[in-house]
């Protein structure tokens, strides 16, 4: 069909002839391309090629040089037509990659890893189907589970192998028809056309198939086999996408996410998820952050014995600009990813100061608001909290040294891999009298580490085991276990999802200090001026 050539011309994979070669030049295997154009095997030819190294060669002498003379008689015909460029990469030091393309392909537009097209080339692909107003086509997005995990202990060499290799093998295996490119870089996207749409799930199958057969060279048992998140949608035909609110991408990436949280190593169609899980892209989070719609939700904590409030939560949300309110985890994930997330902290934070000055002649409350990673990569930012809260309000103005209100909450995986890295960074918060609290304690294995490492206050427990306290025996003995250590370290203890009195009464049997949950209250918004009433209720 036209459309499906004009979405492929220039960079699509039937222009690409690929070898894969042993370091002598050795053809071990060739892509579906490269089958078609020799009809004798070309496996078992050698190539003659300087294998050590990346290099380029686009003018017909050296070609004739570098080739044996059986790739020859097909190139001299696309010699005088359009032109060919050869690339070589190595994979390895057994292994090389050998690319015949279109030498007029800009290669600013492909990744230098992979030979494939980059972002960009995808993004015009995708806009070029919606304006066009083309049907049918669907999104595939694959993102490497753990890939941080295999650069760190491996090396970021293996890494790129890992990459190279899943590369090669969509190329080689998948249907030509299907248009690759380089997404980020842990993630491939995938634009499927109509005439396999049907088959989006099996083609996803097929990939992880080809990640499950990469081997990993050094200490590979240490990672075990390669996995990825994938997740796949329509691309809906009309007017382009401005990639944000519920554009195909973010539907792609609520549903990667959504594999993610459910285990890693699985395939999410989003049309199938259960509720509309949007995943904001970054030109939608500034926009919300430069218009004030990223706000503060205050969730009561009460104290388990005298059942009154001694504290509250600031649960971040972004309303939409009509008036809908979207919970933290549909854009949170977005905003580690784009690194951004240090300003929706540095929104919430200032937020929960102003609600400190709200608190001024009532009964002292204690007001947790969560940190990211991110927002330590960033001391700039302390200070001007510091400022903030010293300028907003006496009652975080009684000096150095003095406790006050705000209480800086994190998870484990939060916190920086170098627990020293993250206390010098909050340090001058500390001095200044902000306290810290733990958050999900008992969901990880560092969280003790970080307890020898950094001086906590609060210790919030795992709300899985809050949940199922009442009816899992074990579930109750690791909440008394937690209990005992936090009374010998003198840290007070926090309980999240709480559901009913009856979990909030064996909590506080146990000696849990404090409680959190629907029980006894939902976040309720404390809307800037300004922004248009949410048509759902107030509870965020």
């Known amino acids: 069909m036209q459309a499906d050539s004009q979405v492929h011309a220039g960079a699509g994979k039937q222009d690409t002839i690929v070898f894969l070669c042993d370091a002598q030049g050795q053809v071990l295997s060739a892509s579906p391309r490269a089958g078609a154009l020799f009809p004798d095997s070309p496996a078992g030819r050698p190539l003659r090629l300087d294998t050590a190294k990346n290099?380029?060669?686009?003018?017909?002498?050296?070609?004739?040089?570098a080739l044996a003379s059986g790739l020859e008689t097909v190139l001299a015909a696309r010699l005088d037509d359009?032109?060919?460029r050869l690339r070589i990469t190595p994979l390895g030091e057994d292994r090389r990659l050998v690319l015949l393309d279109d030498a007029h392909r800009p290669v600013a537009h492909t990744d230098s890893l992979t030979g494939l097209p980059d972002r960009s080339v995808m993004i015009a692909r995708i806009r070029q189907v919606q304006e066009e107003r083309q049907s049918g086509y669907r999104l595939l997005l694959a993102d490497i589970d753990r890939l941080k995990t295999v650069n760190d202990y491996l090396g970021n060499r293996v890494g790129d192998h890992l990459i190279r290799e899943l590369a090669t093998g969509m190329r080689m295996r998948l249907p030509r028809e299907a248009f690759i490119s380089r997404w980020s870089g842990h993630e491939f996207m995938l634009l499927i056309p109509p005439a396999l749409a049907a088959d989006t799930a099996r083609i996803a199958e097929q990939v992880r198939e080809?990640?499950?057969?990469?081997?990993?060279n050094g200490d590979a048992h240490r990672i075990g086999t390669v996995t990825l998140s994938m997740g796949h949608a329509a691309v809906d035909a009309g007017e382009p996408a401005q990639f944000s609110g519920r554009d195909p991408l973010s539907a792609i990436n609520a549903a990667v996410y959504q594999a993610k949280r459910s285990g890693r190593d699985r395939v999410v169609d989003a049309d199938h998820l259960?509720?509309?899980?949007?995943?904001?892209?970054?030109?939608?989070?500034?926009?919300?952050?430069h218009e004030g719609r990223i706000v503060a939700a205050s969730q009561p904590i009460v104290d388990l014995e005298s059942g009154e409030q001694v504290a509250d939560e600031s649960l971040a949300r972004m309303i939409t600009p009509d008036g809908d309110v979207i919970p933290a985890q549909h854009f949170i994930e977005a905003a580690a990813r784009l690194q951004i997330a240090h300003r929706i902290d540095y929104q919430i934070i200032h937020q929960t100061i102003s609600n400190c000055v709200s608190t001024i002649g009532h009964r002292p409350m204690a007001h947790f608001v969560n940190i990211s990673g991110d927002f330590l990569q960033h001391p700039e930012l302390m200070e001007d909290i510091i400022q903030a809260a010293q300028t907003a309000c006496d009652c975080v103005g009684d000096g150095p040294g003095q406790t006050k209100p705000l209480v800086l909450e994190m998870t484990e995986r939060e916190v920086l891999d170098d627990t020293g890295h993250a206390l010098e960074a909050l340090r001058?918060?500390?001095?200044?009298?902000?306290?810290?609290?733990?958050?999900?304690?008992?969901s990880g294995y560092s969280s003790y580490r970080y307890l020898l490492d950094m001086p906590f206050t609060f210790l919030k427990i795992e709300g899985a085991l809050v949940e199922h306290i009442h009816d899992n025996t074990r579930a109750r003995k690791i909440v008394q276990h937690i209990q005992a250590m936090a009374n010998d370290l003198g840290l007070t203890t926090v309980a999240e999802f709480i559901g009913d009195q009856r979990t909030a009464d064996i909590l506080r049997d146990i000696?849990?200090?404090?409680?959190?949950?629907?029980?006894?209250?939902?976040?309720?918004?404390?809307?800037p001026a300004g922004l248009a009433e949410n048509r759902a209720a107030r509870r965020a």
Request: hydrophobic share 50%; glycine share 14%.
């Open 55 to 65: 290099f380029e060669l686009d003018e017909p002498q050296a070609l004739w040089a």
């Open 82 to 84: 359009v032109g060919i």
């Open 210 to 216: 080809i990640a499950r057969g990469i081997r990993l």
């Open 274 to 289: 259960r509720q509309p899980s949007v995943y904001i892209t970054a030109g939608a989070l500034d926009r919300a952050l």
């Open 428 to 442: 001058p918060l500390i001095d200044f009298g902000l306290r810290l609290a733990l958050d999900d304690f008992g």
């Open 511 to 527: 000696g849990v200090d404090w409680g959190q949950g629907f029980h006894f209250g939902y976040p309720e918004i404390v809307r």
